[in-house]
């Protein structure tokens, strides 16, 4: 079975500006990264180079950030697909004001999605998206729901 869950990964166009977006927008750490070839059979790109920078939140998050050299991101650089499209991810921050930090992504060259701001009842959520199109929903509790009851 499984035991443990280091990282997961996420595909982006621009290693640096994904980079800049979660460290210097975010408050996310930069770990260790590099240049390899030795992934490309692994992502089924036989011949690629893959460059890879890991980010680490003090909270314990920690993931991959990882593009390919030399080759054109498939379908652009921001991804359309709604919510409901099997195998879309999404990232999911509990923060203290939905609008600072929707600002701040903006800032950093993502998107805020305005129109999926709602009140749930035990708090208010909304998505947005990394300059790749991967998307953050940000979620303020404001009462009633256990859920997240350890954040």
């Not at 939905?98 to 950093?108: C, F, G, K, M």
């Amino acid at each position: 079975m499984i035991k443990s869950f280091p990282h997961f990964g996420i595909y982006v166009a621009d290693l640096d500006r994904a980079t800049r977006f979660y460290v210097e927008g975010l408050g996310f750490t930069a770990q260790e990264g590099g240049r390899t070839d030795a992934p490309g059979p692994l992502l089924e790109m036989p011949g690629a180079t893959v460059r890879t920078q890991f980010v680490h939140h003090p909270a314990g998050l920690r993931f991959e950030l990882w593009t390919v050299e030399d080759r054109a991101p498939a379908g652009g650089p921001v991804d359309p697909r709604p919510a409901d499209v099997p195998g879309r991810p999404h990232l999911c921050f509990m923060v203290d004001d939905l609008d600072t930090v929707a600002a701040r992504i903006a800032e950093y060259g993502g998107y805020r999605l305005d129109e999926s701001r709602c009140d749930l009842g035990y708090g208010e959520l909304m998505f947005c998206a990394d300059p790749d199109g991967t998307r953050i929903e940000l979620v303020r509790v404001t009462s009633g729901w256990t859920g997240y009851a350890d954040q």
